[in-house]
Protein backbone atom coordinates (compact mmCIF):
# COMPACT_ATOMS: atom_id res chain seq x y z
CA UNK A 1 0.00 0.00 0.00
CA UNK A 2 1.20 3.60 -0.63
CA UNK A 3 1.68 6.06 1.96
CA UNK A 4 -1.45 8.06 0.76
CA UNK A 5 -3.00 5.22 1.06
CA UNK A 6 -2.21 3.73 4.17
CA UNK A 7 -3.63 7.21 6.18
CA UNK A 8 -6.97 6.95 4.51
CA UNK A 9 -9.27 6.49 7.15
CA UNK A 10 -10.44 2.70 7.62
CA UNK A 11 -13.92 1.97 7.05
CA UNK A 12 -16.14 -0.39 9.47
CA UNK A 13 -19.42 -1.70 9.08
CA UNK A 14 -21.02 -1.50 12.91
CA UNK A 15 -24.19 -2.79 14.14
CA UNK A 16 -24.93 0.25 16.34
CA UNK A 17 -27.33 3.44 15.15
CA UNK A 18 -25.03 6.04 14.10
CA UNK A 19 -25.32 9.46 14.95
CA UNK A 20 -23.61 12.96 15.94
CA UNK A 21 -22.48 12.44 19.78
CA UNK A 22 -23.14 8.60 19.66
CA UNK A 23 -20.23 6.06 20.57
CA UNK A 24 -20.38 3.27 18.42
CA UNK A 25 -18.60 -0.54 19.88
CA UNK A 26 -16.46 -2.16 17.70
CA UNK A 27 -15.71 -5.97 17.16
CA UNK A 28 -13.16 -8.05 18.45
CA UNK A 29 -11.81 -8.30 14.81
CA UNK A 30 -12.15 -4.67 14.05
CA UNK A 31 -10.52 -3.86 17.31
CA UNK A 32 -7.62 -6.23 16.53
CA UNK A 33 -7.36 -5.06 12.83
CA UNK A 34 -7.19 -1.23 13.87
CA UNK A 35 -4.72 -1.97 16.28
CA UNK A 36 -2.52 -4.71 14.70
CA UNK A 37 -2.81 -4.90 11.35
CA UNK A 38 -3.12 -0.86 10.68
CA UNK A 39 -1.14 0.22 13.60
CA UNK A 40 -3.91 2.94 14.62
CA UNK A 41 -4.15 5.02 18.07
CA UNK A 42 -7.04 6.16 19.86
CA UNK A 43 -7.63 9.32 17.98
CA UNK A 44 -7.55 8.85 14.77
CA UNK A 45 -10.01 9.09 11.98
CA UNK A 46 -12.48 5.97 10.94
CA UNK A 47 -15.57 5.99 8.62
CA UNK A 48 -18.36 4.04 10.06
CA UNK A 49 -21.74 2.58 8.44
CA UNK A 50 -24.43 0.85 9.73
CA UNK A 51 -26.57 0.15 6.50
CA UNK A 52 -29.23 2.25 8.17
CA UNK A 53 -28.01 5.59 8.95
CA UNK A 54 -25.66 6.39 6.31
CA UNK A 55 -21.72 7.51 6.35
CA UNK A 56 -20.21 9.34 9.53
CA UNK A 57 -16.73 10.04 10.24
CA UNK A 58 -15.73 9.31 14.20
CA UNK A 59 -12.52 8.66 15.77
CA UNK A 60 -11.18 5.82 17.92
CA UNK A 61 -12.28 6.43 21.44
CA UNK A 62 -11.01 3.34 22.99
CA UNK A 63 -9.04 0.32 21.67
CA UNK A 64 -8.09 -1.75 23.85
CA UNK A 65 -7.55 -5.12 24.31
CA UNK A 66 -11.09 -6.22 25.51
CA UNK A 67 -12.84 -3.20 24.51
CA UNK A 68 -12.90 -0.55 20.76
CA UNK A 69 -15.39 1.82 20.15
CA UNK A 70 -15.61 4.82 18.14
CA UNK A 71 -16.81 8.46 18.85
CA UNK A 72 -19.29 9.21 15.83
CA UNK A 73 -19.21 12.68 14.95
CA UNK A 74 -20.32 13.78 11.56
CA UNK A 75 -22.07 12.12 8.51
CA UNK A 76 -20.49 12.16 5.28
CA UNK A 77 -23.07 10.73 3.13
CA UNK A 78 -27.22 9.90 3.49
CA UNK A 79 -28.05 6.73 3.20
CA UNK A 80 -29.05 5.73 0.12
CA UNK A 81 -30.93 1.99 -1.80
CA UNK A 82 -28.79 -0.08 -3.16
CA UNK A 83 -30.15 -1.97 -6.41
CA UNK A 84 -32.38 -4.38 -5.42
CA UNK A 85 -30.62 -7.41 -6.98
CA UNK A 86 -30.28 -10.89 -5.65
CA UNK A 87 -27.84 -13.27 -6.95
CA UNK A 88 -28.89 -16.94 -6.71
CA UNK A 89 -26.13 -19.92 -6.55
CA UNK A 90 -25.11 -22.92 -6.43
CA UNK A 91 -22.74 -23.57 -3.91
CA UNK A 92 -19.23 -24.35 -5.41
CA UNK A 93 -16.13 -24.67 -4.07
CA UNK A 94 -14.49 -22.96 -0.99
CA UNK A 95 -12.10 -20.55 -3.22
CA UNK A 96 -15.12 -19.67 -6.08
CA UNK A 97 -17.81 -19.44 -3.78
CA UNK A 98 -15.44 -17.07 -1.29
CA UNK A 99 -14.59 -14.89 -4.43
CA UNK A 100 -18.25 -14.97 -5.51
CA UNK A 101 -19.37 -13.56 -1.72
CA UNK A 102 -16.48 -10.37 -2.27
CA UNK A 103 -17.21 -9.56 -6.02
CA UNK A 104 -21.14 -9.59 -6.17
CA UNK A 105 -20.72 -7.34 -3.16
CA UNK A 106 -18.54 -5.07 -5.39
CA UNK A 107 -21.43 -5.16 -8.09
CA UNK A 108 -23.99 -4.68 -5.72
CA UNK A 109 -26.36 -7.34 -5.15
CA UNK A 110 -28.47 -6.99 -2.11
CA UNK A 111 -28.57 -10.25 -1.52
CA UNK A 112 -26.57 -13.34 -1.73
CA UNK A 113 -28.68 -16.67 -1.89
CA UNK A 114 -27.38 -20.54 -1.85
CA UNK A 115 -29.72 -22.66 -3.75
CA UNK A 116 -29.17 -26.87 -3.86
CA UNK A 117 -30.16 -27.74 -7.46
CA UNK A 118 -30.09 -31.65 -8.20
CA UNK A 119 -26.41 -31.66 -9.23
CA UNK A 120 -25.20 -29.35 -6.45
CA UNK A 121 -22.01 -31.53 -5.29
CA UNK A 122 -20.74 -29.41 -2.80
CA UNK A 123 -22.61 -30.08 0.63
CA UNK A 124 -22.54 -27.18 2.57
CA UNK A 125 -22.53 -23.14 2.33
CA UNK A 126 -20.39 -21.88 4.85
CA UNK A 127 -23.06 -18.56 5.36
CA UNK A 128 -21.08 -17.07 8.47
CA UNK A 129 -17.86 -17.10 6.39
CA UNK A 130 -19.77 -15.28 3.58
CA UNK A 131 -21.02 -12.99 5.75
CA UNK A 132 -17.51 -12.14 7.23
CA UNK A 133 -16.77 -11.65 3.19
CA UNK A 134 -19.14 -9.50 2.35
CA UNK A 135 -18.86 -7.27 5.05
CA UNK A 136 -15.20 -6.44 4.33
CA UNK A 137 -16.27 -6.25 1.14
CA UNK A 138 -18.62 -3.50 1.53
CA UNK A 139 -16.19 -2.01 3.48
CA UNK A 140 -13.58 -1.67 0.97
CA UNK A 141 -15.75 -1.23 -2.24
CA UNK A 142 -17.65 2.16 -0.30
CA UNK A 143 -21.32 0.98 0.13
CA UNK A 144 -23.45 2.06 2.69
CA UNK A 145 -24.99 -1.31 3.57
CA UNK A 146 -23.40 -5.27 3.27
CA UNK A 147 -25.89 -7.76 1.17
CA UNK A 148 -27.95 -10.32 3.56
CA UNK A 149 -26.53 -14.14 3.38
CA UNK A 150 -29.45 -16.23 3.00
CA UNK A 151 -29.03 -20.02 4.40
CA UNK A 152 -29.03 -22.74 1.68
CA UNK A 153 -31.91 -23.97 0.66
CA UNK A 154 -33.36 -26.28 -2.27
CA UNK A 155 -33.94 -24.65 -5.61
CA UNK A 156 -37.41 -25.10 -5.92
CA UNK A 157 -38.30 -23.85 -2.40
CA UNK A 158 -37.13 -20.95 -3.00
CA UNK A 159 -38.84 -20.80 -6.42
CA UNK A 160 -42.00 -21.70 -4.83
CA UNK A 161 -41.98 -18.85 -2.07
CA UNK A 162 -40.74 -16.42 -4.96
CA UNK A 163 -41.11 -12.99 -4.18
CA UNK A 164 -44.40 -11.21 -6.04
CA UNK A 165 -43.13 -9.02 -8.83
CA UNK A 166 -39.46 -10.07 -8.67
CA UNK A 167 -38.07 -11.19 -12.15
CA UNK A 168 -35.42 -13.93 -12.31
CA UNK A 169 -32.41 -13.63 -15.14
CA UNK A 170 -31.72 -17.37 -15.86
CA UNK A 171 -28.18 -17.56 -17.25
CA UNK A 172 -28.37 -20.69 -19.31
CA UNK A 173 -25.11 -22.12 -19.91
CA UNK A 174 -26.59 -24.80 -22.91
CA UNK A 175 -26.95 -21.48 -25.11
CA UNK A 176 -31.03 -21.72 -25.38
CA UNK A 177 -31.31 -18.07 -23.53
CA UNK A 178 -31.24 -14.92 -26.13
CA UNK A 179 -28.19 -12.87 -25.86
CA UNK A 180 -28.45 -11.19 -22.22
CA UNK A 181 -27.63 -7.43 -23.81
CA UNK A 182 -30.69 -8.14 -25.96
CA UNK A 183 -33.12 -9.04 -22.98
CA UNK A 184 -31.95 -6.44 -21.06
CA UNK A 185 -32.15 -3.30 -23.67
CA UNK A 186 -35.57 -5.09 -24.41
CA UNK A 187 -36.98 -4.84 -21.26
CA UNK A 188 -40.16 -2.94 -20.62
CA UNK A 189 -40.43 0.26 -18.19
CA UNK A 190 -42.25 -2.05 -15.84
CA UNK A 191 -39.55 -4.85 -15.90
CA UNK A 192 -36.88 -2.38 -15.27
CA UNK A 193 -38.20 -0.78 -12.21
CA UNK A 194 -38.82 -4.29 -10.66
CA UNK A 195 -36.64 -5.79 -8.20
CA UNK A 196 -34.28 -8.54 -9.92
CA UNK A 197 -32.50 -11.88 -9.20
CA UNK A 198 -29.74 -13.53 -11.35
CA UNK A 199 -29.57 -17.56 -10.93
CA UNK A 200 -26.50 -19.25 -11.84
CA UNK A 201 -26.23 -23.30 -12.16
CA UNK A 202 -23.90 -25.85 -10.19
CA UNK A 203 -20.61 -26.08 -12.02
CA UNK A 204 -21.51 -28.72 -14.66
CA UNK A 205 -25.18 -27.54 -15.44
CA UNK A 206 -28.11 -27.69 -14.24
CA UNK A 207 -30.05 -31.25 -14.75
CA UNK A 208 -31.99 -30.74 -17.78
CA UNK A 209 -35.53 -31.45 -16.56
CA UNK A 210 -34.79 -29.18 -14.06
CA UNK A 211 -33.77 -26.65 -16.29
CA UNK A 212 -36.81 -27.12 -18.27
CA UNK A 213 -39.04 -26.94 -15.24
CA UNK A 214 -36.84 -23.53 -13.70
CA UNK A 215 -37.66 -22.00 -17.73
CA UNK A 216 -41.58 -22.92 -17.02
CA UNK A 217 -41.92 -20.14 -14.34
CA UNK A 218 -43.41 -16.95 -15.70
CA UNK A 219 -40.52 -15.09 -13.48
CA UNK A 220 -37.51 -16.48 -15.55
CA UNK A 221 -35.99 -15.16 -18.31
CA UNK A 222 -33.10 -17.27 -20.04
CA UNK A 223 -29.82 -15.51 -21.55
CA UNK A 224 -26.63 -16.47 -23.03
CA UNK A 225 -23.37 -15.26 -22.09
CA UNK A 226 -21.51 -16.50 -25.27
CA UNK A 227 -20.49 -19.43 -26.49
CA UNK A 228 -17.38 -19.74 -24.21
CA UNK A 229 -17.86 -22.19 -21.29
CA UNK A 230 -17.65 -19.89 -18.10
CA UNK A 231 -17.03 -21.10 -14.57
CA UNK A 232 -19.82 -20.93 -12.24
CA UNK A 233 -18.42 -17.82 -10.76
CA UNK A 234 -17.20 -16.04 -13.82
CA UNK A 235 -20.95 -16.21 -15.48
CA UNK A 236 -22.19 -14.58 -11.55
CA UNK A 237 -19.87 -11.75 -12.38
CA UNK A 238 -20.82 -11.22 -15.88
CA UNK A 239 -24.27 -11.44 -15.31
CA UNK A 240 -24.11 -9.00 -12.66
CA UNK A 241 -22.04 -6.32 -13.81
CA UNK A 242 -24.52 -6.27 -17.30
CA UNK A 243 -27.54 -6.06 -14.92
CA UNK A 244 -25.88 -3.30 -13.46
CA UNK A 245 -24.77 -1.79 -16.74
CA UNK A 246 -27.62 -1.93 -17.81
CA UNK A 247 -30.70 -1.63 -15.53
CA UNK A 248 -28.97 -0.73 -12.29
CA UNK A 249 -27.30 1.95 -10.88
CA UNK A 250 -24.28 2.24 -13.63
CA UNK A 251 -26.77 3.68 -16.05
CA UNK B 1 -16.70 -33.59 -9.58
CA UNK B 2 -19.46 -35.65 -10.97
CA UNK B 3 -19.17 -38.92 -12.51
CA UNK B 4 -20.23 -37.43 -15.53
CA UNK B 5 -17.59 -34.63 -15.98
CA UNK B 6 -15.05 -37.82 -15.03
CA UNK B 7 -15.60 -39.44 -18.20
CA UNK B 8 -15.30 -35.97 -20.55
CA UNK B 9 -11.97 -35.92 -22.14
CA UNK B 10 -9.18 -33.48 -21.20
CA UNK B 11 -9.15 -30.65 -23.67
CA UNK B 12 -5.41 -29.86 -24.01
CA UNK B 13 -3.53 -26.85 -25.61
CA UNK B 14 -0.61 -27.90 -28.21
CA UNK B 15 2.47 -26.37 -30.15
CA UNK B 16 2.46 -29.21 -33.12
CA UNK B 17 0.25 -28.49 -36.02
CA UNK B 18 -2.96 -30.80 -35.73
CA UNK B 19 -4.29 -33.22 -38.96
CA UNK B 20 -5.95 -36.43 -38.95
CA UNK B 21 -3.10 -38.79 -38.75
CA UNK B 22 -0.75 -36.58 -36.69
CA UNK B 23 1.01 -37.27 -33.39
CA UNK B 24 0.97 -34.55 -31.03
CA UNK B 25 3.91 -34.49 -28.51
CA UNK B 26 2.19 -33.33 -25.38
CA UNK B 27 4.15 -31.44 -22.47
CA UNK B 28 5.99 -32.95 -18.93
CA UNK B 29 2.92 -31.14 -17.34
CA UNK B 30 0.11 -32.23 -19.19
CA UNK B 31 1.67 -35.70 -19.38
CA UNK B 32 1.45 -35.80 -15.66
CA UNK B 33 -1.65 -34.44 -15.43
CA UNK B 34 -3.03 -36.97 -17.59
CA UNK B 35 -1.30 -39.85 -15.64
CA UNK B 36 -1.27 -38.71 -12.20
CA UNK B 37 -4.27 -36.28 -11.75
CA UNK B 38 -6.59 -38.09 -14.14
CA UNK B 39 -5.84 -41.71 -14.34
CA UNK B 40 -5.61 -41.81 -17.99
CA UNK B 41 -4.23 -44.47 -20.04
CA UNK B 42 -3.19 -44.76 -23.52
CA UNK B 43 -5.64 -45.13 -25.81
CA UNK B 44 -8.08 -42.90 -24.20
CA UNK B 45 -10.29 -39.97 -25.71
CA UNK B 46 -8.30 -36.49 -25.44
CA UNK B 47 -9.34 -33.22 -27.33
CA UNK B 48 -6.57 -31.35 -28.81
CA UNK B 49 -6.81 -27.31 -30.49
CA UNK B 50 -3.28 -25.20 -30.58
CA UNK B 51 -4.76 -21.71 -32.01
CA UNK B 52 -4.52 -22.44 -35.50
CA UNK B 53 -5.86 -25.80 -36.97
CA UNK B 54 -9.20 -25.60 -35.27
CA UNK B 55 -10.03 -28.38 -32.35
CA UNK B 56 -9.82 -32.56 -32.99
CA UNK B 57 -10.39 -35.83 -31.04
CA UNK B 58 -7.86 -37.70 -30.72
CA UNK B 59 -6.15 -40.58 -28.49
CA UNK B 60 -3.13 -40.77 -25.58
CA UNK B 61 -0.77 -42.68 -27.58
CA UNK B 62 1.93 -42.46 -25.44
CA UNK B 63 2.06 -41.95 -21.50
CA UNK B 64 5.66 -42.56 -20.61
CA UNK B 65 7.43 -40.79 -17.50
CA UNK B 66 9.89 -39.36 -20.32
CA UNK B 67 7.25 -38.67 -23.15
CA UNK B 68 3.41 -37.81 -23.52
CA UNK B 69 1.65 -37.98 -27.15
CA UNK B 70 -1.80 -37.78 -28.89
CA UNK B 71 -2.71 -39.76 -32.43
CA UNK B 72 -4.69 -36.86 -33.56
CA UNK B 73 -7.90 -37.97 -35.13
CA UNK B 74 -11.05 -35.95 -36.35
CA UNK B 75 -11.53 -32.14 -36.47
CA UNK B 76 -14.44 -31.81 -34.10
CA UNK B 77 -14.61 -27.52 -34.37
CA UNK B 78 -13.04 -25.35 -37.42
CA UNK B 79 -10.78 -22.44 -36.01
CA UNK B 80 -12.97 -19.15 -35.34
CA UNK B 81 -11.43 -15.97 -34.72
CA UNK B 82 -12.19 -14.69 -31.38
CA UNK B 83 -12.74 -10.88 -30.48
CA UNK B 84 -9.61 -8.35 -31.40
CA UNK B 85 -10.03 -7.72 -27.76
CA UNK B 86 -6.69 -6.58 -24.80
CA UNK B 87 -6.61 -5.70 -21.60
CA UNK B 88 -4.20 -3.30 -20.67
CA UNK B 89 -3.54 -3.67 -16.72
CA UNK B 90 -1.56 -1.94 -14.15
CA UNK B 91 0.46 -5.35 -12.03
CA UNK B 92 -1.59 -6.11 -8.84
CA UNK B 93 -0.79 -8.42 -6.36
CA UNK B 94 0.02 -12.35 -7.10
CA UNK B 95 -4.27 -13.40 -6.51
CA UNK B 96 -5.92 -11.15 -7.93
CA UNK B 97 -3.65 -10.54 -11.36
CA UNK B 98 -3.65 -14.28 -11.41
CA UNK B 99 -7.35 -14.15 -11.16
CA UNK B 100 -7.69 -11.66 -14.22
CA UNK B 101 -5.43 -13.59 -16.16
CA UNK B 102 -7.96 -16.91 -15.51
CA UNK B 103 -11.05 -14.72 -15.96
CA UNK B 104 -9.85 -12.85 -19.05
CA UNK B 105 -9.30 -15.65 -20.80
CA UNK B 106 -12.98 -17.26 -19.82
CA UNK B 107 -14.30 -13.47 -21.29
CA UNK B 108 -12.52 -14.07 -24.45
CA UNK B 109 -10.02 -11.14 -24.55
CA UNK B 110 -7.50 -11.81 -27.20
CA UNK B 111 -3.63 -10.24 -25.53
CA UNK B 112 -2.58 -9.93 -21.90
CA UNK B 113 -1.13 -6.60 -21.79
CA UNK B 114 0.93 -5.46 -18.52
CA UNK B 115 1.48 -1.75 -18.16
CA UNK B 116 3.10 -0.06 -15.58
CA UNK B 117 1.90 3.19 -14.70
CA UNK B 118 3.22 6.12 -12.25
CA UNK B 119 1.60 4.89 -9.08
CA UNK B 120 1.99 1.11 -10.34
CA UNK B 121 3.11 -0.44 -6.72
CA UNK B 122 3.51 -3.61 -7.52
CA UNK B 123 6.92 -4.43 -9.11
CA UNK B 124 7.83 -7.10 -11.62
CA UNK B 125 5.07 -9.52 -13.29
CA UNK B 126 5.36 -13.34 -13.96
CA UNK B 127 4.59 -13.38 -17.39
CA UNK B 128 5.44 -17.30 -17.66
CA UNK B 129 3.16 -17.98 -14.47
CA UNK B 130 0.38 -15.63 -16.65
CA UNK B 131 0.83 -17.58 -19.93
CA UNK B 132 0.45 -21.02 -17.73
CA UNK B 133 -2.88 -19.82 -16.23
CA UNK B 134 -4.20 -18.37 -19.58
CA UNK B 135 -3.39 -21.85 -20.90
CA UNK B 136 -5.55 -23.93 -18.42
CA UNK B 137 -8.08 -21.26 -18.45
CA UNK B 138 -8.68 -21.57 -22.56
CA UNK B 139 -8.68 -25.66 -22.19
CA UNK B 140 -11.31 -25.69 -19.69
CA UNK B 141 -13.32 -22.86 -21.23
CA UNK B 142 -13.30 -24.53 -24.90
CA UNK B 143 -11.45 -21.51 -26.55
CA UNK B 144 -10.07 -22.23 -29.86
CA UNK B 145 -6.65 -20.49 -28.93
CA UNK B 146 -4.57 -18.76 -26.09
CA UNK B 147 -4.46 -15.08 -25.18
CA UNK B 148 -1.05 -13.74 -25.93
CA UNK B 149 0.23 -12.66 -22.48
CA UNK B 150 2.52 -9.25 -23.71
CA UNK B 151 5.66 -8.46 -21.78
CA UNK B 152 5.21 -5.35 -19.13
CA UNK B 153 6.04 -2.35 -20.61
CA UNK B 154 5.52 1.57 -19.22
CA UNK B 155 2.15 2.42 -20.57
CA UNK B 156 3.04 5.66 -22.30
CA UNK B 157 5.44 3.44 -24.21
CA UNK B 158 2.35 1.06 -25.07
CA UNK B 159 0.53 4.03 -25.40
CA UNK B 160 3.09 5.47 -28.53
CA UNK B 161 3.16 2.72 -30.31
CA UNK B 162 -0.14 1.95 -30.24
CA UNK B 163 -1.78 -0.28 -33.39
CA UNK B 164 -3.78 2.24 -35.75
CA UNK B 165 -7.56 1.82 -35.61
CA UNK B 166 -7.58 0.09 -32.09
CA UNK B 167 -9.42 1.76 -29.94
CA UNK B 168 -9.21 2.08 -25.86
CA UNK B 169 -12.04 1.95 -23.20
CA UNK B 170 -10.80 3.52 -20.25
CA UNK B 171 -12.09 2.36 -17.00
CA UNK B 172 -12.10 5.70 -14.72
CA UNK B 173 -12.68 5.21 -11.60
CA UNK B 174 -12.81 9.21 -10.80
CA UNK B 175 -16.15 8.60 -12.19
CA UNK B 176 -15.73 11.73 -15.01
CA UNK B 177 -16.20 8.89 -18.07
CA UNK B 178 -20.15 8.27 -19.32
CA UNK B 179 -22.12 4.99 -18.35
CA UNK B 180 -20.04 2.57 -19.73
CA UNK B 181 -23.71 0.99 -21.24
CA UNK B 182 -23.99 4.59 -22.76
CA UNK B 183 -20.98 4.65 -24.74
CA UNK B 184 -20.90 1.09 -25.97
CA UNK B 185 -24.61 1.39 -27.41
CA UNK B 186 -23.80 4.89 -28.73
CA UNK B 187 -20.54 3.07 -31.38
CA UNK B 188 -21.24 3.98 -34.83
CA UNK B 189 -20.56 0.88 -37.06
CA UNK B 190 -17.06 1.57 -38.00
CA UNK B 191 -16.50 1.66 -33.97
CA UNK B 192 -18.11 -1.62 -33.25
CA UNK B 193 -16.52 -3.60 -36.40
CA UNK B 194 -12.72 -2.05 -34.89
CA UNK B 195 -10.30 -3.89 -32.68
CA UNK B 196 -10.80 -2.69 -29.07
CA UNK B 197 -8.75 -2.54 -25.95
CA UNK B 198 -10.04 -2.01 -21.87
CA UNK B 199 -7.36 -0.59 -19.27
CA UNK B 200 -7.53 -0.63 -16.11
CA UNK B 201 -5.69 1.41 -13.55
CA UNK B 202 -3.83 0.58 -10.46
CA UNK B 203 -4.89 0.03 -7.02
CA UNK B 204 -5.55 3.73 -5.93
CA UNK B 205 -6.24 4.66 -9.39
CA UNK B 206 -4.06 7.07 -11.68
CA UNK B 207 -1.90 9.36 -11.21
CA UNK B 208 -4.16 12.58 -11.92
CA UNK B 209 -1.91 14.24 -14.64
CA UNK B 210 -1.78 10.74 -16.12
CA UNK B 211 -5.25 10.19 -16.19
CA UNK B 212 -5.07 13.75 -18.04
CA UNK B 213 -2.89 12.56 -20.52
CA UNK B 214 -4.55 9.41 -21.37
CA UNK B 215 -7.67 11.04 -21.90
CA UNK B 216 -6.00 13.36 -24.42
CA UNK B 217 -5.48 10.22 -26.72
CA UNK B 218 -7.73 10.41 -29.47
CA UNK B 219 -8.02 6.33 -29.74
CA UNK B 220 -9.40 6.77 -25.73
CA UNK B 221 -13.19 6.81 -24.70
CA UNK B 222 -13.19 7.31 -20.78
CA UNK B 223 -16.62 5.51 -19.05
CA UNK B 224 -17.30 5.01 -15.28
CA UNK B 225 -18.72 1.74 -14.10
CA UNK B 226 -21.14 3.34 -11.55
CA UNK B 227 -20.08 4.52 -7.64
CA UNK B 228 -19.32 1.43 -5.77
CA UNK B 229 -15.64 1.94 -5.64
CA UNK B 230 -14.48 -1.40 -7.34
CA UNK B 231 -10.59 -3.22 -6.74
CA UNK B 232 -8.82 -3.63 -10.56
CA UNK B 233 -9.54 -7.32 -10.73
CA UNK B 234 -13.28 -6.42 -10.62
CA UNK B 235 -13.15 -3.65 -12.47
CA UNK B 236 -11.26 -5.38 -15.46
CA UNK B 237 -13.66 -8.53 -15.45
CA UNK B 238 -17.00 -5.75 -15.26
CA UNK B 239 -15.63 -4.32 -18.49
CA UNK B 240 -15.00 -7.42 -20.65
CA UNK B 241 -18.08 -8.21 -19.75
CA UNK B 242 -19.75 -5.69 -20.61
CA UNK B 243 -17.48 -5.20 -23.72
CA UNK B 244 -18.54 -8.96 -25.02
CA UNK B 245 -22.17 -8.64 -24.16
CA UNK B 246 -22.60 -5.18 -26.05
CA UNK B 247 -19.85 -5.62 -28.86
CA UNK B 248 -18.19 -8.71 -28.64
CA UNK B 249 -19.10 -12.03 -29.47
CA UNK B 250 -22.32 -12.36 -26.49
CA UNK B 251 -23.90 -10.51 -29.40
Same mark, same amino acid.
Given at each position: ???????????????????????????????????N??????G????????????W???????? $???? &?????? +??? $???A??????????? $???? !?????? %?????? !?A??????????????????????? &??????? @???????????????? +?????????? #???? @?????????????????D???????? &?????????????????? $? %? #??????????????R?????? &???? @??????????
Amino acid at each position: MSEGQERTPPRLFVDAPLGAGDEAVLSAEQGHYLRNVLRRVEGDPVILFNGRDGEWRGRIAALG $KSRA &AAAVET +QTR $KQAAEPDLWLLFAPI $KRGP !VDLVAE %KATELG !VAALVPVITRRTVVGGVNTERLRAI &AMESAEQ @CHRLNVPVVHEARPLT +QVLDAWPAGR #RLLL @CDETGQGRPITQVLAGLDPAAREAPW &AVLIGPEGGFDPAELDAI $K %K #RTIVTPVTLGRRLLRAETAAM &AALA @CWQAQVGDWT
